[in-house]
């Protein structure tokens, strides 16, 4: 079991940036994947960023050159800094882990949320 809690979130301006941070705790060693998702009213959850336990990152073209993801392993917690926020980044965003648990099978384990709403 893993639990995430995320931190951050908050109304910030176009142009302007924030922090987001999502603590883990429970079976961390076992995390492989994590990643930021966000989601706005009526639409699907989407992936903003990951990042393996490797280090390798993907980020969805809309976020590329303004959001970068980080992990600290040594204190569990993964990052996601979003610099020149625009009003189209407002959503609730969620953090996520992934942990194998057998052959290919694959359990995911997401915190709360945490609202960005940026104002134009």
């Known amino acids: 079991q893993v639990q995430l809690v995320e931190s951050g979130g908050g109304l910030v301006q176009a142009g302007g940036s924030l922090r987001l941070s999502c603590s883990a705790s429970?079976?961390?060693?076992?995390?492989?994947?994590m990643g930021w998702y966000r989601q706005t009213s009526g639409k699907q959850r989407e992936l903003v960023a990951g990042?393996?336990?490797?280090?390798?990152?993907d980020y969805a073209d809309s976020v590329k050159g303004r959001f970068t993801i980080s992990r600290d392993n040594a204190k569990n917690i993964l990052y996601l800094q979003m610099n020149s926020l625009k009003p189209e980044d407002t959503a609730v965003y969620y953090c996520?882990?992934?942990?194998?648990?057998?052959?290919?099978?694959?359990?995911?384990?997401w915190g709360q949320g945490t609202q960005v709403t940026v104002s134009s």
């Open positions: 996520k882990a992934e942990v194998p648990v057998w052959k290919s099978a694959i359990a995911g384990y």
């Open positions: 429970g079976s961390t060693s076992s995390i492989k994947v």
């Open positions: 990042i393996t336990s490797a280090g390798n990152t």
